[in-house]
């Protein structure tokens, strides 16, 4: 891998390894290009502060855009760094955390919906489930979500953790791989995930992207060092790009311009 956007800090409370680590990792491994998308923080309503344990505090957003803007600048002859985030589309704060967060020169969203509804009000989509209105609320709600124009592409597509009925769910994930190739949003083959061996990557799902035709890419999901250097992984990630015929992209970043933030109305985007 010559290049990854999908990485957290330990400000979302489950990462390890400060940033420097992370880039110093990434040059050593030859990579060209990598980007920050921690977990954004939200803006939970004033009648219920939900102290999320697996996203960072809004007051720490300046800090972190600090950290990595400056690591940017130091390391810039040796390594693109891009300034992210990872979002979940809950529909009663998005906005309203949009507001917050245009104060920071965020150059990309990436999509990677946890939870169902607003989190406070929701579930968690790693719970099993048999049940297919959550399968159905869950591609309803990124399906919707994506339609913001605000993503650049969608984190870990097969992670609610489904274990109904296959027609259910080829049904579904049917409906969210065309939504994606319509809209040229591509879907990320999680090493995260393969590597530990959770739900994710589902299999019966990627036979779905590569015979709808949907782009791909490879995002490691890094919550520490040693999560960069694993070839391993990523040859089984190209096992199954090879065994589904997908459409890989291999440089995510080729449509972010360093420097040019989201809130500009580029790269697909709309404010």
């Known amino acids: 891998m010559k290049v990854n956007l999908h990485a957290h800090t330990s400000r979302c409370n489950h990462a390890f390894g400060s940033e420097r680590e992370y880039v110093e990792e990434a040059i050593r491994c ?48 040796r390594i693109n760094i891009y300034l992210g985030l990872e979002v979940e589309y809950y529909p009663k704060l998005f906005y309203k955390t949009l507001r917050e967060l245009e104060k920071y020169p965020l150059e990309y969203f990436i999509m990677g919906q946890h939870h169902l509804e607003n989190e406070y009000d929701g579930v968690w989509v790693g719970i099993k489930t048999d049940d297919e209105k959550r399968l ?12 913001t124009g605000y993503f650049l592409y969608l984190a870990h597509p097969d992670i609610l953790n489904f274990v109904g009925d296959d027609k259910a769910y080829i049904r579904e994930m049917t409906r969210l791989c065309e939504y994606t190739k319509e809209n040229d949003i591509p879907l990320e ?39 960069i250097d694993v070839k391993e992984t990523e040859n089984k990630a190209l096992d199954m790009v090879e065994k589904y015929n997908l459409k890989l992209i291999r440089n995510p970043a080729e449509k972010l311009v360093m420097g040019k933030t989201m809130w500009e109305e580029k790269n697909g985007y709309s404010k």
Request: with cysteine; charged share 30%.
């Open 30 to 77: 030859n990579m060209t290009d990598f980007g920050f998308s921690d977990h954004t923080p939200m803006i939970y309503p004033e009648d219920f502060p939900y102290p999320s344990s697996v996203k960072m505090k809004m007051s720490e957003m300046e800090d972190y855009t600090e950290t990595i803007l400056n690591l940017r600048e130091e390391y810039k002859d």
């Open 189 to 227: 083959i999680n090493l995260l995930g393969l590597a530990d061996k959770r739900n994710y990557p589902n299999e019966l799902f990627w036979e779905l992207a590569g015979k709808i035709g949907n782009d791909v890419i490879i995002g490691l999901d890094v919550h520490r060092v040693s999560m």
């Open 136 to 147: 159905k609320r869950y591609v309803d709600q990124v399906c919707e979500g994506l339609s």
